[in-house]
């Protein structure tokens, strides 16, 4: 099997969508009645795929091999979706090559193997807007000093950017100046407390960012200061955002109230100021932040789908499916419906009590793999996944 | 009087042993005519609509037909089913086919009617039984030994014979598998152990203590595939009235058990190119979506759908493979012309059809784990020497399709019955 398959050279052309993309960027956030919204995605979605079918033969393969049509698309449910680990595999790329100004690549924590998205400038420039429109939402307009729970090195300046570094970046409209918090020694992640207690000195009481990813922010930061007995602050109105690696700290039994707790206590904020977000590399630009209820609210831009595993239906309030995000960001690969290995439970179609608009959820886990049990247990010596 | 225990602990496994040792000369002196005739009872009280949603239970009600039944004995003892019932001749000398007294069973999660299934080949033969049985099959097993115990026959002798008696030797129950003092324990209270499981639960049972007596009799992992020649393959294809049929019964083996079962078909090796494998892939969906609508899958472990729409994801966008789905996650069937290899069975009415030059290329990737393999093979010569060589790699069964998940005798490679009975020469 040829598993990098060339694009076909053909471009994306001009969208017709741009406008309605950055419409739905450029507005205030959350206010979408559930159903307008979904009216409006769909008209883009739809185009979006019918673009991308045309560009990439795989991605039209997938289409009519797996009976989506030739839409119209009215429902989510009608967008076909690619499972996300596609883009570990495949060079799922609908732009010509050198259209491409980026290649963000997974942390692979799971597979060890780095997905591999194509951005192009159209893409990377729907990507920061829409980064910033969410989290506008969620931290305000006003520029703060921002500290980096990571090293300089993992948003070096390259045409390739890990996921890490794309989420450094993303919050980089919300900084005044920026501090890296930890050291690279080699392969190893020290954290430099002279640097972060300069920091704190200086801005305690500027309502400091702090961005880390989840597990080193566990790993590293909570577990070496937490060794030293080190904290700072009090800085009661700094944030800290974090995501990824929520796999390897349920494997080692740390809850988010845990992870907030501890945290906050080194930091010298509040623990409700800890906010957990949902994104991946696949779909730089959408994230989904915790609200003061708990739930997470997809953007205006996006959206999420909780299917049935069996039925592959939308589940209803209160029950748990397969997390789908659906997306009218990539123009320069087929994001547009990306199916997760993560389950959400639908808390609601509408009506959080944090006031925003449109389906809200929490993360419940991956999915549970299936226990492999008894006589039926297809082993095989010579193992290779199909 | 409760025959099964959702959580025991040592003092009630301890008690149990008791209990369904004294049960033992009971049970022992029944005689196996009886015993064949109480379980087809038991048969018809399992093929009503009250078991319907009892996932193989339409097979293990077919199976515990008195028929069925003593067919299975007299395979396995070699016409010599007599002398469970006393001595008899054989040549100069007498034999005698006597219960090896108490069996440990080891049940495993993959069909819920394996300890009902495991037990009466075992009380078949007139042993007493300790069943281990998973927690996500106690309930099912809860309610068909509830039928049991209400199953009744009157024998040749005008007595009655009910389940209830005999369950006086037997006692099901579960305890975590971590349990390692409960585990020894029951093993060391028998005369067999029967596992049934994937490697980690062989590893446990067979290094824990045992009597020296005592005989092991093994279902280890395993898996299935199938193999089709080119004139099989065309029939399918083909959809002529014997072609339908072949996909017919083709699809009752992936459907059956959910493909849990080691006699499952995952992996169809079909002659020819990709596009032979396509057309005879299509042709293998269309069955799948007719039965699937008859036969509904009822529910889906989370990962292994999330497997299943990876491969759908992969064989959708791959140049040279195809797929052919529903659009739930009810049937998948994945196209590809990757050769003589295995892939890890999926489960869940998936399938892997993939093209191979010639079937004997199969033959050097089949081990002893393969268990299953059915045939459709047009040529006879080719047939007889693809089943020497898959005999020497090591498979255990070759059939037609239709009867993969067929319990027959020999059983991964043995006699089961035979291997419940001790045999006694008396010259």
Redesign the interface.
Known sequence: MSIMESTSQKSAAPTSTDEDVIALIDQAQFRLDPAEKERRLCAVLSAQVDRHASALPAYARLVDRLGFGNGPRARYEDVPFVHVSAFKKFELRSVPQDKVVRVVTSSATTSGTPSRIHIDKPTSFRQTKALAATLTDVLGKARRPYLVLDAAESNAASSSLSARGAAIRGLLPFASDVTYALDLNGTTLVPNEDRMRAFFDKNADRSPLLFGFTYIVWSVVVAELGRRGTSFGPAPGAALLHSGGWKKLTELAVDKDVFASKVGAIFGMPASHVLDFYGMAEQVGVVFVDCTAGNKHPPDFADVLLRDPLTLDRVRPGEAGLIEVLSILPESYPGQALLTDDVGILVGEDGCACGRRGRHFRIRSRVAQAEVRGCGDTFAQKRVVG | MSWIHDRIDATGLESEAARVEGAASNTAARPTADLSALFDAFATKLATPAFADVEGIAFLATWLRRKSLESTVRASLGGREAALDGFVADGSRKLRAAPRGIVAQWI????PT?AVFSFVLSALVKNVNLVRV?KESLAVVRRMLAAFEETSITDASGQALSGRDILEGASFFYFPGEDRSLHAALSLRADARVV????E?LATVLALPRHEHCEDIV?????SLGLIDTGGRERVVGQSDEGLAIARSLVRDVLL?D??????P?ILYVEGTLEDARAFGRALAGELAKQTKRNP?R?????????I?????????????????S????YTV?V?A?GP???????SRTL?VRAVPSLRDVVP?V?P?VQTIGLLVDDAGLAADLAERLAQRGVSRLVRFGLMNVYDQPWDGLFACDRFVRWISWT
Not at chain 2, 219 to 223: C, I, L, N, T
């Open positions: 495993a999660g993959n069909i394996l998973p049934w499981g994937g490697q639960t279902f280890g992992p395993k898996f058990f493909q849990a079962a080691c006699s499952s995952h899958k529910g889906i472990a989370e990962g292994t759908a999330a497997a729409l990876r491969l759908r994801t992969d064989y959708g966008l791959a140049e040279d493979r195809d797929v052919f789905a659009s739930a996650v009810d994945l590809d990757d290899v295995l892939s890890e069975g999926v489960q892997f990737v081990t784990q």
